[in-house]
């Protein structure tokens, strides 16, 4: 009997070892996944925070963006026209310098003798969206003519001005 006995506490005993030990294994089990999860939880936590620098990023370019485009309005339009002098008193030569659109302007005292001519009507940056200053007027020696240059990549035409219409044109240079 104290053998049986015996036994049955040793059975008992081991057998509360054995649900402590399972217990002890099943918290060692858990250390890994809480480790995973606390990681998880960095990884997302670090996810945010750049998701957000990023917008924040976004919302800077955005801003750059909309200030870059005002200054190259406010440098477009800034001497975007000029006015050349011929040897004749009385007419200018009007170019826009983004465009390369030219007019003759004829002043006198008497208004029914003023007036615009057109010269050149056509957009010879091709919608390229040039800035003001890309195309230049340079004289010849001779008074009705010009040369005008895209100094954007070099191209130039024969202009001349005239009193009559047929006088007036614009012929590209190769």
């Given amino acids: 009997m104290k053998q049986f006995v015996f036994l ?4 008992f005993s081991l057998l ?3 649900q402590t030990k399972k217990s002890a294994v099943v918290k060692n089990k858990s250390l890994p996944t809480v480790a995973v999860t606390q ?3 960095q990884v997302d936590s670090f996810k945010i925070r750049v998701d ?3 917008k924040d990023i976004d919302s800077l370019i955005e801003i750059n963006n909309v200030f870059l485009n005002n200054l ?3 440098a477009a339009s800034k001497e975007r026209y000029k006015m ?3 040897e004749n008193i009385y007419n200018l030569i009007k170019l ?3 465009t390369g659109k030219v007019e003759q302007v004829q002043w006198s005292l008497n208004s029914t003798e003023e007036g615009t001519f057109l010269i050149n009507n056509e957009d010879l940056s091709y919608g390229f969206n040039y800035d003001s200053g890309s195309f230049e007027l340079y004289p010849t020696k001779n008074m009705y003519q010009f040369i005008l240059l895209d100094k954007t990549d070099g191209r130039k035409w024969h202009i001349q001005w ?3 219409r047929n006088d007036r044109w614009i012929r590209r240079i190769y």
């Fill in 16 to 18: 509360g070892n054995a």
């Fill in 84 to 86: 050349f002098q011929t």
């Fill in 39 to 41: 990681k998880a939880n």
């Fill in 8 to 11: 049955v506490l040793v059975t």
């Fill in 96 to 98: 826009d310098t983004k």
């Fill in 72 to 74: 190259n309005r406010i």
């Fill in 52 to 54: 957000s620098l990023l």
């Fill in 162 to 164: 005239g009193h009559k």
